[in-house]
């Protein structure tokens, strides 16, 4: 490693944290400038960060489509979180890229849970199926197939995900868990005060514990260099 990419290794994980404070702080306080400023940057800082730790491109490349999210949510409108939707499912693609190229991202045919899988896989889609049905007459007519589609593709990363690893497991879950919030309010169900603190928290959480655990579990690692043998 570097004297650069060490320093980047250090600076990095520092910086993210304060991004991550300064923005959630900013939604507590209604400081909707720095909520904006903050927003775009936390995704490419933990872009680079998952480069700096040896991520393959699918991880890097599904931050930056978080990122392209991050801020087409942020104009508001439905046109904008249709296009908004659509980079996050780009992510998506891109984790499920990732865990299932590792050969360790389908818990049914994976060795991790060779029992248990399928009860899991039932629970993540009946997740999947109630959340749907509770919320298709709360949305509006042009969303709901969209959302529909949107959610189960977020559950069916999620279950790779789950497949991967404990970390990247609990970081679809989360993923899920802010979405559903999201979608909530969409519907015009209760959501807890002041509920983009909550989304936001728990949506930064996901794709560090993601990105964290991808490169952690999901991503093979070099072995030892082997040793030189004279002659």
Do not use: N
Request: glycine fraction near 12%; charged fraction near 10%.
């Amino acid at each position: 490693m570097t004297a650069a990419a060490g320093r980047a290794r250090r600076a990095l994980p520092a910086l993210f944290a304060l991004l991550t404070a300064v923005h959630l702080g900013a939604l507590l306080a209604d400081a909707t400038t720095v909520v904006h400023l903050t927003k775009p940057a936390l995704m490419p800082v933990l872009a680079v960060w998952a480069l700096v730790r040896g991520g393959p491109w699918p991880l890097p490349a599904a931050l930056v489509c978080g990122c392209g999210g991050d801020v087409l949510l942020q104009i508001g409108g439905d046109t904008a979180f249709l296009a908004g939707m659509g980079c996050f499912a780009a992510g998506h693609l891109c984790y499920l890229a990732l865990f299932t190229r590792t050969g360790r991202g389908a818990p049914l045919t994976g060795a991790r849970w060779p029992r248990t899988a399928p009860w899991v896989a039932a629970g993540y889609g009946a997740a999947w199926l109630g959340t749907v049905a509770l919320l298709w007459s709360g949305l509006e007519p042009d969303l709901r197939l969209p959302v529909a589609g949107y959610s189960l593709l977020l559950t069916v990363m999620a279950l790779a995900a789950l497949g991967a690893g404990p970390w990247t497991g609990l970081g679809g879950a989360l993923f899920m868990l802010s979405d559903t919030l999201i979608a909530a309010g969409l519907a015009d169900w209760p959501r807890p005060p002041v509920p983009q603190f909550w989304i936001m928290a728990i949506y930064i959480a996901a794709q560090w514990l993601l990105m964290a655990g991808a490169t952690r579990e999901a991503v093979p690692r070099p072995g030892p260099e082997p040793a030189l043998v004279g002659p």
